[in-house]
C-alpha cells in the first residue's frame, strides 16, 4: 500500500510518465497475487471481483467504459487492499472471517510459495529472493539486473528440472539430450551446459513448451555478454528486461501446471 500510495502521486502529477507506469504494472501484478492468495483463488469472491472492477471506468448510466486514469486505477486497488486489512483486522478468533485462504487472524500475509516446484528445496528461498530482487530492480530502472536476475532464475529451475528428469531419460526421450541442428549429443553435467542448450533440451524433452523463444539475444548470453569489468557489454533495455521477466513467469507456469 505504502508503493502504491507513491505510484499515485507521481501518475497524478505525470500521468505518462514511463518509469512510473512500468513500475506501477508490477506492482498490480503484485496486488493481484495477493488478492488470489486472500480469496483462495477464486475469482467469484468478492474480493477478487473488487480486483477485477477496480480497472474498469463506469459512466453516469452505471455501464462500463474504457479509460480509466492510471491514478484513478491505483487508488481504486488501494481501496481493495484497505478492505482486505479491514477484514483481516476483524478475524478475531475467526469471527467475520470472510477469507477461504486463511484461518488465523493474522494480518500478515504468509510467504509467497511461487517455487515449491523445485525438486532442490535449499534452492527455492534463494529463487523467492532473487525473484523479489528482480522485480525491484525493474521497477527502479536497472534494467540489466532485472534481466540478469530473471535468466538466471529461470536458468535454475530448467537445470532442476532437467537434472530431476536425469540424462538417461533426457537421452531416450522423444528429444535427445541437447540435440542440436548438426545431430550432436551435448556431453558432461547438464550445469555445464549453455544457457541456450538447457533451454532447447527442456523444449524438445517436452517439459516447457515454445515461449523461451522470445527471448532478446541480450538474454540469451547473458551470461557471457561482460567487459573486463564484469559490467554489461551491450545495453539492457527495458522491453529487454520485460520479456525476460514474461518468459519467466510462462516457464514457471509449464514446470508447475497447477499454478
Not at 80 to 99: I, P, R
Not at 112 to 139: G, K
Not at 190 to 204: G, H, K, N, Q, V
Not at 212 to 240: F, H, I, N, Q
Request: include cysteine; charge should be negative.
Amino acid at each position: 500500500m505504502r508503493r502504491g500510495r507513491e505510484f499515485r502521486d507521481t501518475l497524478a502529477t505525470d500521468p505518462s510518465n514511463p518509469s512510473a507506469i512500468a513500475a506501477t504494472r508490477a506492482w498490480q501484478e503484485d496486488c493481484g497475487v495477493t488478492v488470489n492468495q486472500l480469496s483462495g483463488g477464486s475469482k467469484a469472491h468478492w474480493l477478487a471481483r473488487s480486483f477485477s472492477e477496480a480497472f474498469l471506468m463506469r459512466s453516469a448510466a452505471g455501464h462500463a467504459v474504457e479509460g480509466a486514469a492510471p491514478a484513478e486505477i491505483v487508488q481504486r486497488l488501494l481501496g481493495v487492499l484497505e478492505q482486505a486489512v479491514a477484514t483481516l483486522s476483524g478475524m478475531d478468533g475467526g469471527k467475520g472471517s470472510d477469507f477461504t485462504a486463511y484461518s488465523s487472524a493474522s494480518s500478515e500475509a504468509p510467504p509467497p510459495r511461487r517455487f515449491e516446484f523445485v525438486h532442490n528445496p535449499e534452492l527455492r528461498p534463494v529463487l523467492e529472493q532473487a525473484y523479489i530482487d528482480s522485480r525491484r530492480a525493474r521497477e527502479e530502472g536497472n534494467y540489466d539486473l532485472a534481466l540478469r536476475t530473471s535468466c538466471g532464475i529461470l536458468e535454475a529451475i530448467v537445470t532442476d528440472a532437467l537434472e530431476h528428469k536425469g540424462l538417461s531419460a533426457l537421452a531416450v526421450s522423444s528429444a535427445p539430450a541437447a540435440q542440436f541442428a548438426e545431430g550432436k549429443i551435448a556431453e558432461g553435467k547438464i550445469a555445464d551446459w549453455s544457457f541456450d542448450t538447457r533451454l532447447a533440451t527442456a523444449e524438445r524433452a517436452g517439459l516447457i513448451r515454445s515461449g523461451c523463444a522470445r527471448l532478446t539475444a541480450v538474454a540469451r548470453t547473458y551470461r557471457d555478454d561482460t567487459d573486463a569489468d564484469g559490467g554489461p557489454k551491450t545495453t539492457v533495455s527495458e522491453r529487454d528486461a520485460r520479456v525476460a521477466g514474461q518468459v519467466l513467469h510462462v516457464v514457471m507456469r509449464d514446470l508447475d501446471p497447477g499454478r
